[in-house]
Structures are given as structure tokens and as C-alpha cells.
């Protein structure tokens, strides 16, 4: 049996809420008229404590609006979606447009200031080495929310050479429930056990609801984003293995 890895990037690989935080900021500065200069400390402090909530890029931005307009933690943490698309409707803003200007917004960034925008990502301790590895025994993929140039470049700066197919994207518009059952289809489920790792318990649900992925190995990856009450429900699902980052590097 061939295994083949699907990971996430954010949360699993990568540590970006800082970047996250401040690029959010930016894209919102092009919105809002009262947001300029650099993002306030305490702003990126509150983003990076709330940043388990945020599925997809463009969410950031509307997370970073709810800082700035002082909506309080616990309220955001209870109605999250119900305040994304609030903003979405005051403002009369769409996905789309949300998503085009974070991208634009990071691409901006990268072309005037590339060593700033780098040094706010941190990949977590022995990480890249067990990709390393990982890609020496069989096929790695990266399933994630985030645009697919921004992992590339961030893979190559530290010198992974990481296959540009093989990475999943928001570019490519596909749920990620999708992209395993593509994987799937590719290296056969008689031939190939497929172990995915994410750090968003949801996701990793919404898989165990699929009968058609059933064979798919799922584990919840509690070292990144994850909030501890997420672990102990993961850990009450039988589906689910629970990995701290010391299982992970053996894998």
C-alpha cells in the first residue's frame, strides 16, 4: 500500500497570523478611510488570539474590521459568520471582491518588500524536515485555503521544492472534502491510504459525514491553531486521531 499525504499549510505547516493580521489590515485600509499607517499592536494581538475562527483568506479582513470597530471578543466568538456577512451586507461588499483584494493586497506586499513580509511566518519547529522526509517515501499534497503562489513562495524560501500540482488552493475553488475524493480517484483506494492532517475540527466533521471517504485517515493537529475545546471533542470522535507536532515529525 502507497501512502500519500494530504496536508494542510496554515495551522499545520506554517505559522502565518501575524502576516495574516497585518495583510488584512492593509486590504482594509483601501476600504476603510479611517484605517491607515501600520496595523496597532494590540490589534494583531487580538487577531492572532481569534485567528482559529477564520476558514478562508478574505474572512481576515472582515475579522480585522470587528477589532477595529471594538466588537468584543466573546461576541465575535459566539456569531462569527452572522458578523462576517453583516459586514458584507453594510458594506456592500462580495467574496469575490474580498478575496481579489486580500490576493492583490499580499502580492503588493511581496513585490516591494519581500524580506518583511517573509519574516512574519514562522513554520513550526521540525516541520519541514518531516515534509522532507515525507516526500522522500511517497506523494504530498497541500489542501488549503489559502492561494496557492503564496505556499509556493513560501516553501521555496526555505528551500523545499515542492511541486506547484500538488498543491491545493483557494485558486482552485474546490472544498477540501473534494480534493481527498480526487485523491482518491488518482492513486486508488485499493492501492494508496490517504492520512490527511488539518487543524480545523470542522473540516475535519464535515469529512466524517462523507461515506465515500471513509478510507481516508483523519487526523486533527492540535500544535497550530487549535483551540483546546476542539482537541477534546476530536478526541471523542473515533474517526479522528488526535496528533500533538511530536507525532507528526514521525510521520
Known amino acids: 500500500m502507497t501512502d500519500v499525504v494530504a496536508l494542510d499549510f496554515d495551522g499545520v505547516l506554517c505559522d502565518s497570523a501575524r502576516e495574516t493580521g497585518a495583510s488584512a489590515w492593509r486590504a482594509g485600509c483601501s476600504l476603510w478611510k479611517a484605517w491607515e499607517g501600520d496595523v496597532p499592536r494590540a490589534f494583531i494581538d487580538r487577531f492572532v488570539e481569534l485567528r482559529p475562527l477564520i476558514e478562508t483568506g478574505f474572512q481576515t479582513i472582515l475579522l480585522m474590521k470587528m477589532i477595529a470597530d471594538g466588537v468584543g471578543t466573546t461576541d465575535i466568538k459566539a456569531r462569527f459568520g452572522e458578523c462576517c456577512q453583516a459586514i458584507i451586507d453594510e458594506e456592500e461588499l462580495t467574496r469575490e471582491e474580498l478575496v481579489g483584494l486580500f490576493g492583490r493586497t499580499r502580492d503588493r506586499w511581496i513585490e516591494t518588500c519581500p524580506e518583511e513580509w517573509l519574516e512574519l511566518h514562522r513554520f513550526y519547529p521540525g516541520v519541514i524536515e518531516a515534509l522532507r522526509e515525507s516526500m522522500r517515501k511517497g506523494p504530498v499534497y497541500i ?13 521555496d524560501a526555505v528551500g523545499v521544492a515542492f511541486p506547484s500540482d500538488h498543491i ?68 471523542a470522535c473515533s474517526r479522528i486521531t488526535v496528533w500533538g507536532l511530536g507525532d507528526f515529525l514521525v510521520l
Open 168 to 235: 491545493y488552493g483557494l485558486d482552485r475553488g474546490m472544498k477540501k472534502e473534494e480534493v481527498l475524493r480526487l485523491l482518491l480517484a488518482e492513486h486508488g483506494a485499493r492501492s494508496s491510504r490517504i492520512h490527511f492532517v488539518e487543524d480545523r475540527l470542522d473540516t475535519l466533521i464535515r469529512v466524517t459525514t462523507c461515506r465515500d471517504l471513509a478510507a481516508v485517515s483523519l487526523y486533527f493537529a492540535e500544535w497550530g491553531y487549535a483551540r483546546p475545546e476542539d482537541s477534546r471533542e476530536a478526541r
Open 143 to 155: 489542501v488549503t485555503t489559502k492561494q496557492e503562489r503564496f505556499v509556493s513562495l513560501l516553501l
